[in-house]
């Protein structure tokens, strides 16, 4: 059964969508079956993935108002591996349509039932907010993967992530956790960085990724070429990046489950 893992941050630009994308990849390498789910109106995660969001014939949004069916909308992006639920800007009309329809908050949970057995991770790259669509990702996921830049502000914003996790943990999703949080664009040469690092360990202890995510130019680059930089270019140091995060993931996991069981 597949872990459902959401992407989410409300602050722009953190680097979820890169996260997303190259995380995919690297789990992909460590032959694991993964699908990626573009939940951003913005389908930066489409695009990023080799699959041009202005040709979809279906898209997330038709499956999650019911309009096609989950092979109609499937798609598979070819460097990265994994397959891929895409979104265009069709996807902005969710928030209005979503309001009217019964277990609106639900409606991703429900059209990936079907599917959790066919992969080991699913990942969903969430919106910059938090609105419907990021609901609708929190009550679908067993986890969050929180990407954030240790800049001042971030502290502040990620207290209201915590405080949304634990709403949407406490009325729909009981088993919401949050899986990790990720340090993106690191550069500690920087000493804000440090100080917020520092803070985050010390709050955060168990759920702070070891793994960093150094700014590097191929991580920005790739996108373009709808590759993960994994592909676009392999030893660089943000695909290195994405794989030892990839590997530490599992290994959480595994230890998770033997701490279940023990
Ligand atoms: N580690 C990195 N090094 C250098 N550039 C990066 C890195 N991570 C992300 N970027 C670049 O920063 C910008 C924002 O990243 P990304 O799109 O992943 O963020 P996001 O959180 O998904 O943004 P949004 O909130 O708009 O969806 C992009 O141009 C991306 O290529
Ligand atoms: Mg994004």
Do not use: W
């Amino acid at each position: 059964m597949a872990k459902v893992f959401a992407i989410a941050n409300q602050k722009g630009g953190v680097g979820k969508t890169t996260t997303c994308i190259n995380l995919a990849a690297s789990l992909v390498a460590t032959k694991r079956r993964v699908l990626l789910i573009d939940l951003d109106p913005q389908g930066n995660a489409t695009m990023g993935s080799g699959v041009d969001k202005h040709a979809l014939e279906h898209s997330i949004y038709d499956l999650l108002i019911g309009e096609c069916n989950l092979v109609d909308a499937m798609q598979f992006s070819e460097h990265g591996g994994y397959q891929l639920l895409p979104a265009n800007r069709d996807l902005t009309a969710a928030e209005v349509s979503l309001l009217e329809m019964k277990m609106k908050e639900s409606r991703l949970r429900n059209a990936l039932a079907p599917i959790r057995e066919n992969y080991d991770y699913i990942l969903i790259d969430c919106p910059p907010a938090l609105s419907m669509l990021t609901i609708n990702a929190l009550v679908a996921a067993d986890g969050v993967i929180i990407p954030m830049q240790c800049e001042y502000y971030a502290l502040e914003g990620l207290s209201d992530l915590v405080n949304s996790i634990q709403r949407i943990a406490e009325l729909l999703n009981p088993s919401l956790k949050i899986e990790g949080l990720l340090r993106t664009m690191y550069d500690p040469r920087i000493s804000l960085t440090n100080d917020v690092s520092a803070q985050l360990k010390q709050h955060f202890p168990d759920t702070l990724y070891q793994t960093v995510i150094p700014r590097n130019v191929r991580l920005a680059e790739a996108p373009s070429f709808g590759m993960p930089a994994l592909v676009y270019d392999k030893s660089s140091r943000g695909a290195i990046a994405y794989l030892a995060l990839a590997g530490e993931l599992v290994r959480r996991q595994r230890a998770n489950a033997r701490s279940a069981t023990a």
